[in-house]
């Protein structure tokens, strides 16, 4: 089954970028991600832009609307996300417990839907 890893985290709570504890939590991101490769269960991944780039599209009575940011007033936000083919929610929590940002932030699995 595959699952969907959305990982979260208040912006600026983690290793400040261009420090040395910001490397490492790199590297592990990058160990984490050739880990999960190399065992064939990686289906997709990214990490995304700042949420301050985003845009939350709405249609009420037909009309598009946007906003600038997310949908949501929200401490932490959606920083990247994992699809891993995983047998079951035990192995996708020990997956998602290896993620580095699991440490200060939280991540969320979901189960993938199948629509065919």
């Known amino acids: 089954m595959q699952y969907m890893f959305l990982i979260y985290a208040a912006e600026g709570s983690g290793p400040q970028y261009g420090s040395p504890e910001f490397e490492t939590m790199m590297q592990r991101y990058r160990d984490f ?23 939350t599209v709405r249609v009420r009575g037909g009309a ?26 035990d192995e996708a929590i020990a997956h998602a417990a290896q993620i580095p940002t699991a440490d200060y932030g939280s991540v969320e699995i979901r189960p993938v839907m199948e629509m065919i």
């Open 64 to 89: 598009t609307g946007t906003t600038d940011g997310p949908f949501a007033e929200t401490k932490e936000v959606l920083g990247g996300y994992y699809i891993l083919d995983c047998k079951d929610l």
């Open 33 to 55: 991600t050739a880990t999960v490769r190399d065992a064939g269960i990686l289906s997709g991944g990214a990490p995304l832009e700042s949420a301050s780039t985003a845009t």
